[in-house]
């Protein structure tokens, strides 16, 4: 069954054609100064990490220059709740302003909110992979999308949405190593060419420790996996010529394929059969050796 689409009114109200957020809302909200003490976080903010580097910066730019760009918020009960703008928000309250130019727009359900401010990190290029994934499976469980339907909204292909929802996959280290920039996506994406967690962090190790490209880890997990396989074969045990000569002369009296399994202690003899005549023509042959 096809996920129903429940969100859009608030979302194309914001980003029309993929407009800028403040752009769109400016036709649609209605701008004032509000307390900042009335203003809370956004709830359903995607970014989890925020440079505090980039927020100094911004500090002076705002002591300099003022607020050039109003931030977002809806109203709830007596309160605001933000909808876009943390960083300036955060600015704002750290150099003591009481007020800030905010849009009001009109916002009513959780799932809105989590795509607003979602698409609003997003084409800001302001989220890292890991946060973009974990934002667009949020839209997937919590908002009812599909991966297509993500997509669409975002803006990107169906593709990307996958290749980011992949990283997830990783172990938490090699999460946290995107995350803190230590490797890019592109590394990341050469480490999930491989399943085994084990060969995953080995091969990460590497990366961090020695800078490695891209080409070089996707060079490297091609020889770690080509090694776990080596091993793999070098501990199956060898067939003996006469376990070969043996089922090579079951296979003639019986017309059919034969493996023999042989184990520290005995072992099992597999005869197979194609079909319910098949099955007849080998029990008669069975019934003429017990003769």
Not at 26 to 46: H, M, S
Not at 61 to 80: A, L, W
Not at 262 to 290: A, C, H, M, Q, W
């Amino acid at each position: 069954m096809k996920k129903t689409n429940r969100l859009g009114r608030g979302l194309s109200a914001l980003i029309p054609e993929r407009d800028r957020v403040e752009d769109s809302v400016r036709k649609k909200g209605t701008l004032t100064d509000i307390e900042v003490a009335r203003i809370r976080p956004n709830p359903f903010q995607p970014r989890q990490d925020f440079d505090p580097d980039r927020l100094e910066e911004l500090k002076a730019s705002i002591h300099e220059k003022g607020i050039i760009q109003p931030i977002t918020v809806r109203k709830k009960d007596n309160i605001y709740e933000l909808v876009a703008g943390e960083r300036r928000l955060r600015a704002v309250t750290d150099l003591g302003f009481e007020t800030i130019p905010a849009y009001i727009i009109q916002v009513e359900t959780k799932e809105e909110m989590l795509e607003l401010a979602l698409i609003e990190n997003v084409q800001r290029d302001r989220l890292n992979p890991i946060e973009q994934a974990q934002a667009f499976q949020r839209l997937i469980d919590e908002c009812n999308l599909t991966q297509e339907e993500v997509a669409k909204k975002i803006g990107k292909d169906r593709t990307t949405i996958t290749n980011f929802l992949r990283l997830l996959k990783l172990p938490q280290k090699i999460q946290e190593s995107v995350k803190h920039e230590e490797i890019t996506m592109g590394h990341a994406r050469a480490l999930l060419s491989v399943d085994d967690p084990d060969i995953q962090e080995k091969v990460w190790q590497k990366v961090v420790k020695n800078k490695l490209s891209v080409r070089k880890v996707e060079q490297l997990v091609r020889n770690v996996t080509e090694e776990k396989e080596a091993e793999k074969k070098s501990v199956r045990p060898k067939r003996s010529v006469y376990i070969q000569k043996m089922e090579s002369e079951l296979r003639e009296i019986f017309g059919t394929k034969v493996n023999i399994r042989s184990r520290k202690e005995g072992g099992t003899i597999e005869v197979e059969f194609y079909s319910p005549e098949d099955l007849n023509r080998l029990y008669e042959i069975f019934e003429r050796l017990k003769d």
